[in-house]
């Protein structure tokens, strides 16, 4: 009797393909090259670029940390997701949308007053006196 062939859910495929226990990993090093593409398909996230890359993101975050390259590989790929963000805002402001007009102005026009609340400095000392309910006083 022929037996059928079942297809293996992805959960299964990874459960049979784990190393088992005891079990030696072969581990490969990343080029700087090859992380720093990866930092930058993924915006700087470094948990996105260990998962395409197939390390652990600690792995992965200790290279980037100790690296200078990779720290600024990984900080130029933040910018330019905020470049993407903040064009995106524009394009959302000249089409009138009073959410991303709303979020701009509350953001940078702070110096126009376009803010929720009031941001107080100290510009010097503070003495507070603290009166307890028995009356007595602390400094």
Known sequence: MARKKVEKTKKQ???N???????KIKQRRW???????ALLRNFGIISYAAKELGCSYSALWKRVHATEELLAAKER??????DI??????KNIKEGKEASLFFFLKCRGKHRGYVE??????LGDIK????????????
């Open 85 to 90: 963000a903040e064009a995106q805002l524009f």
């Open 77 to 82: 790929a933040e910018e330019k997701i905020l």
């Open 31 to 37: 080029s700087d090259r090859e992380i720093e593409e």
């Open 13 to 15: 495929a990874a459960i």
């Open 17 to 23: 393909n784990f190393p088992r226990k005891g079990a």
């Open 128 to 139: 507070i006196k603290i009166v307890h309910e028995d009356g007595k006083k602390k400094d």
């Open 117 to 122: 609340k009031h941001q107080v400095e100290n």
